[in-house]
């Protein structure tokens, strides 16, 4: 089964403060992808990439940027977190470039800026 | 729990019986589709998948239906037990000329009743 781990379930981070989000996963996946889930507006992608140091922006990329230094790690990043970046985030992995095939998701880390 | 929708469609389902749930997709070229089930508090899990070039395909107890002339998904399941209790996302990749991105429809929340 393929494992994707989000260090974090829960996170609580002041307006201003830097926020990294840390997903691995352990299936030498080469994609890997960033989500936010919000009430209403269903996933929307952040962030993905298709191999080490490789990024490509998502939907909604402005006010986040990722890290991939290893092929299984990706890093979401939050330079200076918001309120409105309040939100569950979710990791996920694919093994085929491209959309034909499933993304496997992480348990999330919701995220709380005060 | 956490709610991944607060006004998200919802389907009572008595156990035992069979569970409908219905997905509109947008766009004539997406040739690729994915079912995924969301738990509280879990990431969501894949379910099945189904390529354009097919009308049904089954799983375990799960049966998906695709009607590319009104573009609908349908997914089935066969004596819908409590476990089955969450949140229901379709998927449609909406091909080479976006990206070859997965879209996620907004979700349905499945409730069974004992």
């Known amino acids: 089964d393929v494992k994707v781990t989000q260090s974090s379930r829960y996170l609580v981070k002041r307006t201003g403060e830097k926020v990294f989000l840390e997903c691995v996963q352990d299936?030498?996946?080469?994609?890997m992808f960033w989500y936010r889930q919000d009430p209403g507006l269903g996933l929307r992608l952040i962030y993905f990439?298709?191999?080490?140091?490789?990024?490509e922006k998502g939907d909604i990329p402005e006010g986040y940027s990722v890290s991939r230094e290893k092929k299984e790690r990706f890093s979401l990043i939050l330079e200076s977190a918001s309120t409105n970046q309040t939100s569950m985030y979710l990791c996920?992995?694919?093994?085929?470039?491209?959309?034909?095939?499933?993304?496997?998701f992480g348990n999330g880390t919701r995220l709380t800026v005060t | 729990g956490e709610s991944v929708g607060l006004h998200l469609p919802t389907l009572s389902v008595q156990e035992g019986d069979n569970s409908i749930i219905n997905c509109a997709y947008s766009?004539?070229?997406?040739?690729?589709f994915i079912w995924y089930k969301q738990e509280s508090g879990k990431g969501p899990q894949f379910i099945i998948d189904?390529?354009?070039?097919?009308d049904k395909r089954q799983g375990q107890r799960v049966t998906v239906l695709l009607n590319k002339t009104v573009k609908h998904l349908s997914l089935q399941i066969a004596a819908t037990q409590p476990g089955d209790s969450a949140v229901y996302f379709c998927?449609?990749?909406?091909?080479?000329?976006?990206?070859?991105?997965?879209?996620f429809g907004g979700g349905t929340r499945v409730l069974v009743k004992p």
């Open positions: 998927a449609e990749n909406i091909g080479e000329a976006a990206g070859n991105k997965l879209t």
């Open positions: 766009n004539s070229a997406s040739d690729y």
């Open positions: 990439s298709y191999d080490v140091k490789m990024k």
């Open positions: 189904i390529r354009s070039n097919m």
């Open positions: 299936m030498d996946h080469e994609n």
């Open positions: 996920a992995s694919s093994q085929i470039r491209g959309g034909n095939s499933p993304l496997h």
